[in-house]
């Protein structure tokens, strides 16, 4: 599982990620797998959990993340936009063996207009959270 470690302070935004892609038994499947997105070179966006969003397990998470972020201006439009489009891509993704763990986490942080550090997090590692959990 990846550790995602972000850092605001009122001058910058430090993300750090591993890069290590495990198979549910733990072994290695990919050590240099991008976690880390940026978004208008104001946010970076890190996430865990699923590798691949789609059902086809073609597009890999990461460059999902960056196309969904970058038709939206701002922080909270693209926040919003991302937390529905999440929610919905999960909902398409088949149910049974190998489809056991759903999880998703996103950290979003960065600066706009406003000069003040933004940070969102949009996650379904909590039963309450705003996108579906699994759903088997």
């Known amino acids: 599982m990846t550790l995602i470690q ?6 910058l935004v430090i993300q750090v990620a591993d890069r290590r892609l495990s198979r ?11 976690k880390l997105v940026c978004w208008n070179t104001s946010f970076t966006v890190g996430f865990t959990g699923l590798a691949r969003i789609d059902p086809a397990q073609k597009k890999s998470t990461s460059e999902w993340l960056a196309e ?28 049974g063996k190998g489809w056991e ?31 579906p959990a699994n759903q088997n």
């Open 101 to 131: 763990d759903k999880r998703l986490g996103i950290i979003i942080a960065g600066f706009d207009r406003r000069r003040i550090p933004l940070v969102a997090e949009i996650s379904n590692f909590d039963p309450e959270a705003p996108i």
């Open 68 to 95: 969904t972020r970058c038709a939206y201006a701002s922080f909270e439009d693209g926040v919003d936009a991302l937390r529905y489009w999440a929610s919905g891509q999960i909902g398409q993704l088949p149910t």
């Open 6 to 11: 972000t850092v605001t302070t009122d001058d």
């Open 24 to 34: 549910p038994d733990g072994s290695v499947f990919d050590d240099d797998y991008t």
